[in-house]
């Protein structure tokens, strides 16, 4: 086997349920320590491309690699690569916390010599060594979680697959997970799906976009910012009238916006955001713009990132509507196909 610098390689992939196609052609690569969010809608076809990583599902066509083996030819050798862990967990709710590790590091195949040593150490890196004796079953959510993330790391995997692992926690809870997948960062190459966008956010390296069955985007958060976010915000506050700003503000762009959002506080200073067309640094004319003005007086500037929620939501606002243009774009050349032929009038 060639090495490879990607520890996960999709390429061309479908996945097909009559005509229902739940992934369209989607390629991808994931390199070895890089974590990677997952996003899309529901229905989008994130968990349909998870299963198919895993082999739990067969792919229509296309291929799929885990370290350098094909996913359909090589399923025994891509499960010693993965660690899984689907958004239900399927949990056995009547063994221990230490019993069900155990049985699953013999099932994983770890040495014997080994097992009581790595699944006290998983214990303790998901702070589960509190809950070590304690049946499943009686747990709470976030502590079953747990329970699967120390499974999935378990046979210290390449390759780290999490589906929703943070649904349902309280916000300490996700905390912790958070700090756990961001410590496997260079070590494991980790594929997270997930709703809450600022925990991937804050966790990943690069974000995939799926909707309709097709990655929309793809790249570092900033970037993908750039390519689906068409304007820059500022957040000022001032003490002044929103008229003499809009007047100042005039050369830095013509179709800028000016809105308050919040009434002027006791010293007469109330919040202002400024919307600029275009993905550009203006901190430097506005700054300029508000010190010759004798009317404005500025106690704050400061540039305001678009949340990843924004970015989602352009993403899939633009290929629902590229798919619409097709949509109708196709029953426009059937209607001219199905259209009665002119027929020439008889001489």
């Keep these: 086997m060639e090495p490879t610098e990607h520890t996960i390689e999709v390429e061309n992939l479908y996945k097909r349920y009559g005509k229902l196609e739940a992934v369209a052609g989607i390629s991808f690569g994931v390199k070895k320590g890089q974590i990677v969010g997952f996003l899309g809608p529901n229905g989008a076809g994130k968990?349909?491309?998870?299963?198919?990583?895993?082999?739990?599902?067969?792919?229509?066509?296309?291929?799929?690699?885990?370290?350098?083996?094909?996913?359909?030819?090589?399923p025994h050798e891509i499960k010693r690569r993965i660690g899984y862990m689907p958004e239900n967990n399927p949990l056995p709710l009547e063994l221990r916390v230490r019993e069900y590790l155990k049985c699953r590091a013999r099932l994983k195949?770890?040495?014997?010599?080994?097992?009581?040593?790595?699944?006290?150490?998983?214990?303790?890196?998901?702070?589960?060594?509190?809950?070590?004796?304690?049946i499943i079953g009686k747990l709470s959510k976030g502590f079953r979680q747990r329970v699967g993330i120390a499974d999935a790391i378990l046979a210290h995997p390449e390759v780290i697959i999490m589906d929703e692992p943070t649904i349902g926690l309280d916000p300490h809870q996700v905390i912790m997970i958070r700090d756990l997948i961001a410590s496997l960062k260079g070590k494991m190459s980790v594929i997270i799906s997930s709703h809450i966008l600022p925990e991937i956010e804050m966790t990943c390296d690069q974000v995939m976009?799926?909707?309709?069955?097709?990655?929309?985007?793809q790249g570092t958060p900033n970037e993908l910012r750039e390519t689906f976010i068409d304007s820059t915000i500022y957040e000022l506050e001032i003490n002044g009238d929103l008229a003499d700003l809009r007047e100042s503000l005039r050369r830095v762009a013509a179709n800028l916006e000016v809105a308050q959002f919040a009434e002027a506080d006791e010293?007469?200073?109330?919040?202002?955001?400024?919307?600029?067309?275009?993905?550009?640094?203006?901190?430097?004319?506005?700054?300029?713009?508000?010190?010759?003005?004798?009317?404005?007086?500025?106690?704050s500037l400061r540039k305001r990132e678009a949340p990843l929620e924004d970015v989602f939501l352009a993403a899939t606002r633009r290929s629902w509507e590229t798919l619409d243009t097709e949509l109708a774009s196709n029953s426009d050349d059937a209607d001219s196909e199905n259209a009665p032929k002119e027929v020439p009038a008889e001489s």
């Design 47 to 74: 968990s349909t491309t998870m299963r198919i990583l895993t082999g739990y599902t067969q792919a229509s066509s296309g291929i799929a690699r885990i370290c350098g083996f094909p996913v359909a030819c090589h």
């Design 109 to 134: 195949e770890l040495p014997l010599r080994h097992r009581g040593k790595r699944v006290d150490e998983v214990m303790e890196r998901c702070d589960l060594t509190r809950a070590r004796d304690r």
């Design 209 to 217: 976009i799926i909707n309709g069955g097709k990655i929309v985007g």
């Design 267 to 299: 010293r007469g200073f109330s919040k202002v955001t400024i919307r600029i067309p275009g993905n550009h640094d203006y901190g430097e004319m506005l700054f300029s713009c508000l010190s010759d003005n004798p009317l404005i007086r500025a106690r």
